[in-house]
């Protein structure tokens, strides 16, 4: 019974440190369960995703955030980018 509380620790484990690295914390959620230590591991040594880029709101593909269309799904994203702030 302990196996399973433990695995899900790691799921859960897994889908935060993926959030805070902009990536699926579903995905890894699921990968947590399926792999317990072993996706805990692997989310860990994962660089984070990019801060220019951004999952598109509508394929979910990751495209740069000043991205006018998806080039993925060829969208057409309308949301302006937010004003240059420094750093
Ligand atoms: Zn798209």
């Known amino acids: 019974m302990e196996f399973i509380i433990l695995w899900t620790i790691c ?3 897994c889908a ?3 959030n805070a690295k ?3 914390p ?3 959620l699921a990968l947590g369960f ?3 230590l072993f996706a805990v591991v692997a989310v860990a040594v994962m660089p ?3 801060p220019d880029t951004m999952p598109c709101p509508y394929c979910k593909e990751l495209i740069k955030k000043d991205a006018t ?3 993925h799904c060829r969208t057409v994203l ?3 980018p937010p004003p240059g702030n420094p750093g």
């Open 11 to 13: 799921a859960v484990v």
């Open 16 to 18: 935060l440190i993926a």
């Open 22 to 24: 902009r990536r699926s």
């Open 26 to 28: 579903w995905a890894w």
């Open 34 to 36: 399926l792999f317990g």
């Open 48 to 50: 984070s995703i990019e």
């Open 69 to 71: 269309t998806c080039r």
């Open 78 to 80: 309308n949301s302006p």
